[in-house]
Structures are given as C-alpha cells and as structure tokens.
C-alpha cells in the first residue's frame, strides 16, 4: 500500500523506484541520475526518495524548447 511507504509519494513510480534504490544502495552508489521533463513526476519523486536515503540526486530536465 502506497500509505506505507514511509514518504509524502505514491503511485507505480515509487513503487519502481523501491527496486531501483534499493539496488543502487546494494552497490555502494552515492548519487542517483535521472532525466525528464521540467515537471516530471519522476524526477520530483526521484529526487526526494534519493535524500531520504541519503544519495545525491542530478536531474536533467528537459524543456519544451
């Protein structure tokens, strides 16, 4: 249930980020990368689930131009 994650997120991009994380932390990573659009959803999730575990997160955002 998304209530249980343990963070203000939810929905099927937490839920794939959980295996994600959880791999980059398995292999000793210090910082996430991820790319999207300038309001992605993804990104914003990324970037609070990264601190919460303590990574650095880098966004690279697309604009419309």
């Known amino acids: 249930r998304d209530d249980l994650s343990g963070m203000q997120l939810s929905g ?3 839920r794939k ?8 932390k398995e292999k000793e990573a ?4 991820t790319i999207g659009g300038i309001q ?9 689930a990264s601190r919460y575990l ?3 997160s ?3 955002l697309r604009t419309s131009k």
């Open 12 to 14: 099927n991009k937490v």
């Open 40 to 48: 992605s959803n993804h990104c914003r999730a990324t970037a609070v």
């Open 30 to 33: 210090d910082c996430i990368i």
């Open 58 to 60: 880098y966004l690279i």
């Open 17 to 24: 980020l959980e295996f994600l994380l959880a791999d980059a």
């Open 54 to 56: 303590g990574l650095d």
